[in-house]
């Protein structure tokens, strides 16, 4: 049983007396106490595969911010790794895959079978749903099946993601052929995830705004659509950064949430979307900003959404030089406004 479930209450479009807040990218970035645990690690894959310590970081910002969930300490790039396809992290830089899916044989090599080689994840994530003791839900994740395609076949962060849309043109077979298999992993993961005990999942779709509406249509809505179908036991949320001209799309799958980024206005989006609920999606950057503008462009995002099939957050994760302070000042003006307002 959870005492906090006005995340859960709000993404199934039952009545809250108060907006769930919680922030992508909370675990990690922006807390002091996150980079003493990352110092005394020998790297981030260290972190990641090290469940004493996800929980560790996991639990703080729940402890420290006071958000209304925990997301628990991972990476999506977890799923090409247990595909077989490895990949660094380098300090300050990013993700950098050594060697990248060029060709069938790239893709015919990769297994499915990912779950055996995640087991670190589930042993982190079920230590930290015992640890969480029903405080707050736990946020499960993954990668939307063309945000991981574009990281194996780019080898790292790109702009434009060329290489990766090259391939939806020169391939489209071999393009879909890969997709289906990070699709298919990706259910397997994140069913595994349920099993756990998480409550809710995301899927991160990071990279769709690169894509054209048609090209979204064909490489990456039917992925998104097998995942909320396959995942029935818990609600699933789909963000997909700079992407409305997708959000139609999105309200006629199985999904409870839809995530916005903040370059669309919530009104707006209440017309595209008008029977799920929404999270978002306040500018990042608003947190640099005094703490009057952070309450005034807060509560006039709150105002404009409507307190009810709703779900506070930033409309991209949380930037690493944020004053956690100003972070958690936000947290408190959500959870401070009353919904008379
Ligand atoms: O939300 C949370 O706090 C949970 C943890 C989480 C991380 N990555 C930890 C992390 C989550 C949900 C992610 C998702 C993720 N990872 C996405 C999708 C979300 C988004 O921001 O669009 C993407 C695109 C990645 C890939 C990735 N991982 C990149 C590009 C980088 C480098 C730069 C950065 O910090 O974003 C990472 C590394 C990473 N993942 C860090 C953390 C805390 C920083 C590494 C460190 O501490 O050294």
Redesign the pocket.
């Known amino acids: 049983m959870l005492t906090n479930n006005l995340l859960l209450r709000a993404a199934k479009g039952e009545y809250v007396e108060r907006i769930p807040v919680w922030m992508?990218?909370?675990?990690?970035?922006i807390l002091p106490e996150y980079r003493a645990v990352?110092s005394s690690v020998n790297g981030?894959k260290e972190?990641v595969k090290h469940p004493e310590l996800i929980c560790e970081v996991t639990l703080q910002p729940v402890d420290i911010l006071g958000v209304d969930a925990a997301?628990?300490?991972?990476?999506?790039?977890v799923i090409p790794e247990a595909m077989g396809l490895n990949y660094e992290?380098v300090?300050s830089k990013?993700?950098l895959f050594p060697k990248t899916i060029q060709q069938s044989s790239d893709v015919t090599q990769l297994t499915t079978d990912v779950v055996p080689n995640l087991q670190y994840v589930f042993d982190a994530l079920k230590l930290t749903k015992d640890a969480l003791n029903g405080r707050v839900p736990l946020i499960g994740?993954a990668?939307a099946p063309w945000?991981i395609f574009a990281y194996m076949i780019e080898g790292k962060?790109s702009k434009t993601f060329s290489q990766a849309k090259k391939m939806l043109y020169t391939d489209p077979q071999l393009s879909h052929l890969l997709l289906d298999k990070i699709t298919t992993s990706t259910i397997a993961y994140l069913k595994e995830q349920v099993s756990c005990g998480v409550d809710i999942v995301q899927i991160?779709d990071?990279w769709a705004g690169v894509l054209s509406k048609a090209q979204y249509v064909e490489f990456a809505l039917p992925y998104m659509q097998r995942i909320t179908e396959a995942i029935s036991e818990v609600p699933v949320i789909l963000f997909a950064?700079d992407a409305h001209y997708i959000l139609k799309e999105f309200g006629q799958t199985n999904c409870a949430v839809i995530g916005l980024d903040w370059t669309i206005e919530p009104q707006k989006a209440r017309e595209e979307v008008s029977r799920k609920t929404l999270q978002g999606n306040l500018d990042p950057c608003v947190l640099y900003a005094d703490k009057q503008t952070i309450k005034t462009e807060t509560e006039r995002m709150l105002q404009a959404f409507g307190s009810q099939n709703y779900i506070c957050n930033l409309g991209?994760?949380v930037y690493?030089d944020v004053d956690f302070e100003k972070a958690k000042y936000f947290i408190e003006v959500v959870q401070n406004y009353s919904i008379s307002k």
Request: aromatic share 14%; net charge positive; no cysteine.
């Open positions: 992508m990218r909370q675990a990690g970035r990352r981030f972190l997301i628990i300490f991972s990476d999506i790039l992290m300090e990013g993700p994740f990668g945000t962060g991160f990071s950064k991209h994760g690493p």
